[in-house]
Each structure stands twice: as structure tokens, then as C-alpha cells.
């Protein structure tokens, strides 16, 4: 569905849909951009489970990731898929 700008250009939004965990290095430059809460930090195990991040289960986890925790928050600026450093994400229409 095309949107349109302040002044009337057509604008396409473009949400985030996906996230890759095997690209992402939990960097948390998306996280950081995006005021609307669609991402947080997880940590992923030896066995690719993602698990929440807990002093705890620290020495369990293999890297951290960011995944999706509410998408529909998400308003497609694409301000997350610029500051990207691995391009980990898929963006698309509704």
C-alpha cells in the first residue's frame, strides 16, 4: 500500500520481516535506531535455540542475535536495514 510524505510524494514502506540469526552478530545497531520496540537481544546456544540473556546461562550461549519481538510495531522506515553491518535482515510489503 503506497503512502505518501508530508508534501504528497509516494512513499513504500518497507517492514522488517525477518531477521537471519546465522548473519547476525548482535550488534545492536538496529536496536538502537528503532524506537518502536520490533527487536530485542537474545543469546543463541550451541544448538541454534534462542534463549533469553541471564547472568546465569551465560557460559550456554554461543553469540548473541537480535530477533523479532513485535513486528507489528514495526512502521517500515528501514532505518534498521541502513545501520545493518551484515545485512541480516529481510524487509518487504505487508
Known amino acids: 500500500m503506497t503512502q ?4 504528497g510524494r509516494g512513499w513504500e514502506p518497507e517492514y522488517l ?15 538502537k535506531v528503532c524506537g518502536r520496540g520490533v ?4 543469546g543463541a546456544n550451541e544448538d541454534g535455540e534462542l534463549v533469553a540473556l ?4 551465560d557460559d550456554e550461549i554461543e553469540k548473541k542475535v537480535m530477533v ?3 513486528a507489528g510495531a514495526c512502521i517500515g522506515c528501514g ?6 553491518p551484515t545485512s ?3 524487509h518487504g510489503a505487508a
Open 4 to 7: 505518501a510524505t508530508r508534501d
Open 17 to 31: 520481516l525477518a531477521i537471519n540469526v546465522e548473519k547476525c552478530i548482535g550488534c545492536g545497531r538496529c536496536y
Open 39 to 42: 527487536m530485542t537481544l537474545k
Open 54 to 57: 541471564d547472568d546465569e546461562d
Open 68 to 70: 523479532l519481538v513485535d
Open 79 to 84: 532505518a534498521c536495514a541502513r545501520v545493518c
Open 88 to 90: 541480516c535482515q529481510t
